[in-house]
């Protein structure tokens, strides 16, 4: 079952936030420049740039490790295990992105604009349909 | 020129940061842990880059940037599949993890690229 965990807003900082802005926004403008540099083939790639994934890991990893620590353990463990589900998901999501970016080539010639919201609509419900099945998976395995 | 491609780069970097930062905010939120690892590859930085790119450059440039994006994404299973692996059975730290592993994701998306576009 998905549920939001507000408290968890509580265990990231100021400065996490911070570096995700500023990671998100240099992706996107690294992305705009390499297409006017290199053409929209080439700048296309790094719409699907991995480098959000990068930070998120990262800092998944470090949630886990400091919320260990603070009960005197260590986690290393824990934080490698936490940042590999994080990485797992996003490899399933990654799938998801793919059809979100079929959707916009197919679609934006009839639909303009339109096509964007249809996929990510397409994206959200890949997403989830993926997830379903891979814990369908796990619990019939 | 210059002072209105710098404009347009500092809108991107503002619209880019504030769509990665809500869906990190919404990936941070959800539970279980491996749901919300699915906005690990959300269309974020797509999404600010082509909603801006539509009005720039019309709708043909935006489509063929979608087409290159599937090979990114491939390219991004690829890289996922391999991160994951070197954590869990060789215990890497995360940022060596991923950030190793940014070169494989060069080569398969520029390999693709290659192999289907030319």
Known sequence: MVRAKLSSLKEGRWYEYAI???????????????????????????????????????????????????????????????????????????????IFALAVWRLTPNFGAMSLAVGSGAWLLVAITLWRLRQHARWTR | MWRTLDLDYALRFLVGGSIVSAFAILGDLLRPKSFAGLFGAAPSVALATLMLTFGKEGPAYVATEARSMILGAVAFFVFGFLVCQLLMRFRLPALAATGSMLAIWLAVAFGLKQIFIG
Do not use: N, Q, Y
């Open chain 1, 20 to 98: 995700r802005f500023a990671l998100g926004g240099a992706s996107t403008a690294v992305a705009s420049i390499i297409a006017d540099i290199w053409g929209p083939v080439t700048g296309g790639l790094f719409l699907s740039f991995p480098a959000i994934l990068c930070a998120s890991a990262t800092l998944v990893e470090s949630h886990e490790r400091r919320r260990k620590s603070e009960h005197k353990m260590r986690g290393h463990r824990r934080g490698t295990d936490a940042a590999a589900l994080e990485t797992a998901g996003a490899a399933l999501g990654s799938i998801a992105l793919a």
